[in-house]
């Protein structure tokens, strides 16, 4: 069964500050996606980001990016140029590509940004 | 606007009382999941639906049924809740295959007293 870890329950970040989340996960397949959903207090999940394992190049979406370390099984979010909106709990997921609803989801890390 | 809606969105009821919560999608997405989320724990999957009258187990399915008699509805029932079923509900949709983004509901704050 594929596992999903986050480390970090909390974490914090000054605003304009760089930070970055950590995620690893467990899997025996080759191909797979894995996201990254952002859930601010109105408790809407809301995609970030996402990486499809086949693709060598990290994804980007302006000041969000991620780095995927496929051997390590390992898939961090860097925020760059923090903001306060940026404030919200942040969940690593995992999909299978032959699922096509399951999404193994990590424990969280709330990030909080000071002003 | 494509959305997945979720209700109610709060709901509080006691130990016993059968109640059904609400999730409708207008994408004409062919699967559909109900997670719940609990702190320290993130979201587990409780059951999902590949399409009309196909469902199957997630990780977390004791003391749930779901059914899916069309394509954008798909409700989760607690047939006698119990407190340790006071969690966040989220419903969501995708395309599935190598569309791979999954659209999430609001979410329904349920607690059984």
């Known amino acids: 069964a594929q596992t999903v870890t986050q480390s970090q329950p909390e974490m914090s970040v000054q605003e304009a500050e760089t930070v970055t989340l950590s995620c690893t996960y467990d899997?025996?397949?080759?191909?797979?996606?894995l996201f990254w959903y952002k859930q601010p207090p109105s408790r809407q999940m809301i995609l970030v980001i996402r990486q499809e394992a086949y693709k060598q190049q990290n994804a980007t979406e302006n000041r969000f990016s991620v780095n995927f370390q496929k051997a390590a099984k390992s898939f961090s979010l860097k925020i760059s140029d923090s903001q306060l909106g940026d404030a919200a709990m942040y969940f690593c997921a995992y999909r299978r590509v032959t699922s096509g609803s399951r999404l193994t989801f990590g424990e969280g890390t709330q990030l909080t940004v000071n002003p | 606007e494509a959305q997945v809606t979720q209700n109610p969105r709060y709901l509080i009821t006691v130990t016993g009382k059968k109640l059904t919560v609400t999730c409708s999608q207008n994408?004409?997405?062919?699967?559909m999941s109900w997670y719940r989320q609990d702190p320290g724990l993130g979201l587990r999957q409780i059951y999902y639906?590949?399409?009309?009258?196909?469902?199957d187990k997630g990780d977390v399915p004791e003391g749930y049924k779901v059914s899916r008699k069309e394509k954008r509805n798909f409700p989760l029932i607690l047939e006698s809740p119990s407190p340790n079923q006071t969690s966040l509900y989220f419903c969501?949709?995708?395309?599935?295959?190598?569309?791979?983004?999954?659209?999430f509901g609001q979410g329904t704050r349920l607690t059984v007293v």
């Open positions: 969501a949709s995708s395309l599935g295959g190598m569309n791979t983004e999954a659209f």
């Open positions: 639906s590949m399409n009309v009258e196909v469902t």
């Open positions: 994408m004409n997405h062919e699967y």
């Open positions: 899997t025996s397949e080759s191909d797979y996606y």
